[in-house]
């Protein structure tokens, strides 16, 4: 009985060292769970999947393909306040129809794909800015977030997942979104007093991060912040140096193949100087603008979910019969929030 | 005086918490470097670019693109030991021409190109594999790697641009090559008792990283390990929990556009069941069987230079004028070794 219970404590042991939850709530050892991310994600239940809200959509569509096949792309706005002004401004931009007949001029290897009117593009004409845009802040780049009790679930479901961030103190993910912080303290998860979660905290300096598929603001030197006019995603390694120097406002959540696949410009930073080269976009629309019936309807997982934690720990530590060796962390880039077509 | 000199202490302080050299041999305070990554490359000395060996080149030719356009694909094979056994198969696969023919049949969008002969692609004839190919174990995939005395400088160099990583206790170059490793003690970088860096010193487990641009070779399920015949390219975000889980043999050093901006495949894990949207292989060959006049003549930056060390800094702490914030640290993905035509 003794090394009996030796034994079973050892392997609780060996499984709270290798991140696995070592029992369930029953206090019973729990095998460690060997499905794919993808698989643990189909197993999630409906309510643990948020709709994304028609005004938080971008469609763009790009002019049809040499096959003459559609291409759309569509992108989700940042949630408030991550951005806010800037994300303010492309919503005036997309009601004003600012980018259609716009184009893709830049697309540069292992970095970024970038649309707007390329200069000299519209030499006969000068192009009227929509009313209301704002020049925001540097400041601005980095947010003052209030951060919810949800906060702090994720940050437990993905303590596992993440040793460290080699670009900040801290990431994590805040209502579907990859952020960063240096400052961020690791208070308690549970108020001491209270023993139940924080209700809400306020802390300064968090800010998006750049992954791939994230979408920023196009500037000038500084202390130029962009209005919003060019937008560029990203479409290579994370190149997490931009973070807290330009503006993200979003991310590529269908289509990116579209952008990231475009033929890369033979200028200097991929531009391309050729207009025949340059993709045409034919229109870019918030859902909200379009007719209840041609509006996409997309989800995210709910990154404060117990579902949640458990695709980000199969990102960091994968199981599934492919794998050998569970990596034993994952950079932040490394779990994209999963994106569906509402069933 | 005595305020003067305060200040300078204070100053020295602070350029040393921020990571740069407060003062260069003669004493004096160095101003902080505000090149760009390019700049401090393009100020390397002639000394300190390597020349790739033509043994260690891969020249793959793809069909023209459909403007008739060449499309080359140069890559380099890692340096010895590492993954020793599968770059000797490729090696002998380049040299009876296993490639030519072939065709880049997968593309999945943030991931990975892989080529090879196609599934099904020659019903007509079996293609026989080259004499000597050789099944590398599994245990390879990590390499006792000896560790030289420049490794200890690379360390030292690059030790105030990486926190830490994500995936593994440390990460390294090692002859101008990305690894990682979770026992590599930190050792002192020169010995106690003779003041000098060690000379050499081995230790077990180090592994190659999966960045943008490596290439690998696809395998089934373990215990297989790939014979070298199929291989891919890292397209997309760094998908580290790959290291140690399968062989990387190489990167691209030239002309990834060309695989990295195909059409993504529709079926799934991005393969193009259309044998006519996959991208035909006109030959693959070893550098060192072309005649000499047709070899593509390539350096790399050494890792274990003092440039190096700086141009390593710079892209962990962006001070060129576009930047407002450092990001106080980079990922070694984020970190790619500069590669140039000979001059």
């Known amino acids: 009985m003794f090394v009996r219970m030796r034994a079973r404590l050892l392997l609780a042991l060996v499984l709270v060292l290798c991140g696995v939850p070592a029992a369930d709530s029953e206090g019973a050892l729990a095998a460690p769970d060997r499905r794919t991310p993808a698989e643990i994600v189909a197993g999630a239940a409906a309510g643990d999947w948020i709709d994304i809200r028609p005004e938080d959509l971008l469609v763009m569509t790009l002019a049809p393909d040499a096959k003459g096949r559609p291409r759309t792309v569509i992108l989700q706005l940042a949630p408030a306040p991550v951005s806010a002004g800037w994300v303010a401004n492309i919503r005036r931009l997309a009601a004003a129809r600012w980018w259609d007949g716009a184009s893709v001029y830049r697309v540069q290897d292992n970095y970024v794909a970038q649309w707007g009117h390329a200069e000299g593009a519209e030499p006969a004409r000068a192009r ?54 240096d400052n961020l303290s690791d208070s308690p998860v549970v108020d001491a007093q209270t023993g139940r979660p924080p209700a809400a905290r306020t802390h300064e300096g968090a800010w998006p991060v750049h992954c791939y598929g ?130």
């Not at 009790?149 to 596992?160: F, K, N, P, Q, V």
């Not at 025949?276 to 034919?282: E, L, M, V």
């Not at 490394?334 to 509402?342: C, E, L, Y």
């Open 128 to 181: 009227a800015l929509p009313d209301g845009l704002v020049a925001v802040p540097e400041a601005d780049y980095v947010t003052r977030v209030a951060i919810a009790a949800r906060e702090a679930a994720t940050r437990r479901l993905t303590s596992r997942t993440s040793r460290v961030d080699p670009y900040a103190g801290r990431s994590f993910f805040l209502d579907g979104w990859p952020m960063a912080s």
């Open 214 to 343: 994230a979408v920023g603001v196009a500037r000038g030197m500084p202390p130029d912040t962009g209005s919003g006019t060019d937008l560029y995603v990203v479409i290579g390694h994370a190149p997490r140096q931009l973070d807290r120097n330009i503006a993200l406002v979003g991310r590529v959540i269908e289509g990116i193949e579209h952008l990231a696949g475009l033929p890369r410009g033979p200028a200097p930073m991929g531009v391309h100087d050729d207009a025949g080269a340059r993709t045409p976009i034919a229109s870019v629309r918030l859902a909200s603008d379009l007719p209840a019936a041609e509006r996409p309807r997309l989800q995210f997982l709910a990154t404060e979910t117990e579902v949640f934690g458990r695709y980000a720990d199969a990102r960091a530590n994968r199981r599934d019969p492919f794998y050998l060796v569970p990596a034993g962390g994952a950079d932040i880039c490394n779990i994209p929030v999963p994106i569906r077509r509402r069933p």
